[in-house]
Nanobody, 115 residues
Framework: QVQLVESGGGLVQAGGSLRLSCAAS????????MAWYRQAPGKQRELVAI???????TYADSVKGRFAISRDNAKNMVYLQMNSLKPDDTGVYYC?????????WGQGTQVTVSS
């Protein structure tokens, strides 16, 4: 079992920045990829960024150049630095930990970007 806890969400103005954190605990030895997803009200959950164990990142086109995913394996932490935020970035952001056989989700943290 793996537990994930997100933090760092909040209310910001367009153009502002937030840094989200995800702390993993439990049976974390087999964790491979870590990812951030987001879900706006009434919309499908979408992948924002994913990072492999060695640190190779991949981003959704909508956030390229603005967001940066990173991880600290020694601390079992994953981060999402979000810059130049837009109102369309508003939603609940979820951390996902992926193993060879299953995945785990955090409870999410709200990000609201005002215009």
């Amino acid at each position: 079992q793996v537990q994930l806890v997100e933090s760092g969400g909040g209310l910001v103005q367009a153009g502002g920045s937030l840094r989200l954190s995800c702390a993993a605990s439990g049976s974390i030895f087999s964790l491979n990829d870590m990812a951030w997803y987001r879900q706006a009200p009434g919309k499908q959950r979408e992948l924002v960024a994913i990072i492999a164990r060695a640190g190779t990142p991949t981003y959704a086109d909508s956030v390229k150049g603005r967001f940066a995913i990173s991880r600290d394996n020694a601390k079992n932490m994953v981060y999402l630095q979000m810059n130049s935020l837009k109102p369309d970035d508003t939603g609940v952001y979820y951390c996902r930990a992926i193993t060879r056989t299953t995945s785990y989700w955090g409870q999410g943290t709200q990000v609201t970007v005002s215009s």
